[in-house]
């Protein structure tokens, strides 16, 4: 090869080396839950792990968690509106208003799992929920089940669960426990275990997760009631639209790829699968010596369905009320 080949050649390549690193971009991603949470350390070491491996190192993540970007995870939605991160990861119940149409997938249903209500949330999405999230380029949406109360007395009977105060898992489940019997008492997770300590609550609505570490409830609890209507938190994880607009067509189909169902399913097997292995410590944990582990009755459970089908009722009115006349109709499509 002549000299002037080999300067040419050397000048394409630092010119296509300049030209690609011009082109890189790194995305930052706001959460407000700690760094070792297993949807950073999972969700986002996946998602991070993808987008760098199939843009070649030019397109990556910068994750910012414990409320770095922002205090509190009520304003995550509004922040990643707003471009404050590009991404964040929140939950609807916080902006119920913005939300309406998806949080019905809180209440109980025929889904028992955070991998099968996941499933039925995206079975209706197109039809029923999108609209929800036209102001940001949504990455996924999921749940985590809570299939279990942890509670100071014993709450698996209709009559031990009257006059107890029992955090809802969201405000719009407040019907679900007052059908119950119970007194419905707001409380965000992190206040709960000083709240089952101090008897300012007599139960909540748990994962497995919540029992052991972090949060620890295993050690202010005295029942763990399991066969209980299971209810559902919701989570989202969206990017800012002119963000993900401004990207290259190559950057906006890697994250086109990976957003969506796969994202959605990703984020529901980390809870499912924390959950899962906060039972194995259970199973086996000296904390767990002096709960009482209970299962609620068939009839019991019979019961509780019967009034969780009142209070739904109360629900639904108040959808209607505000004029979301197609309540019942995305309810039973979440759950045909």
Do not use: C
């Amino acid at each position: 090869m002549k000299l002037t080949n080999i300067l040419t050649a050397a000048a394409f390549a630092a010119a296509t080396t300049i030209a690609s690193a011009s082109h890189s971009e790194e995305l930052s991603v706001a959460t407000f839950i700690p760094p070792q949470h297993h949807i950073n350390a999972n969700l986002f070491k996946w998602f991070g792990d993808e987008l760098e491996s199939r843009s070649g190192g030019t397109l990556t993540l910068q994750l910012f968690p414990a409320g770095q970007l922002g205090a509190g995870p009520v304003q995550q939605y509004k922040r990643v509106v707003e471009g404050v991160a590009d991404i964040t990861f929140g939950l609807q119940a916080y902006t119920p208003t913005i939300f309406p149409k998806s949080m019905l997938i809180i209440p109980p249903g025929k889904a028992t799992t955070a991998l099968e209500s996941t499933e039925r949330l995206l079975s209706v999405y197109d039809e029923h929920l999108a609209d929800e999230y036209e102001d940001v380029k949504l990455l996924g949406i999921f749940t985590v089940a809570g299939n279990a109360w942890a509670a100071t007395s014993d709450v698996s009977t209709i009559d031990g669960l009257k006059g107890t105060k029992m955090v809802p898992y969201a405000a719009m489940t407040t019907p679900l426990v007052e059908a119950l019997g119970a007194v419905p008492v707001q409380m965000p997770v992190t206040e709960m275990y000083t709240g089952l300590s101090t008897g300012t609550i007599d139960s909540t609505t748990a994962t497995y997760n919540n029992m052991t570490p972090p949060w620890n409830f295993w050690d202010v609890s005295d029942f763990f009631v399991e066969n209980v209507p299971v209810q559902f938190a919701l989570f989202f994880v969206a990017m800012n639209k002119d963000r993900y607009l401004g990207l290259s067509d190559e950057h906006r189909a890697i994250v086109d790829e990976l957003a969506g169902e796969v994202f959605s399913m990703k984020g529901a097997e980390s809870f499912h699968n924390t959950d899962m292995a906060s039972l194995e410590k259970m199973r086996s944990a000296e904390q767990m010596q002096n709960i009482n582990w209970v299962t609620v009755s068939d009839e019991e459970r019979a019961k509780m369905d019967a009034a969780v089908a009142a209070g739904l009722e109360v629900v639904f009115a108040d959808y209607e009320s505000r004029g979301i006349a197609d309540v019942r109709a995305i309810y039973d499509a979440i759950n045909q």
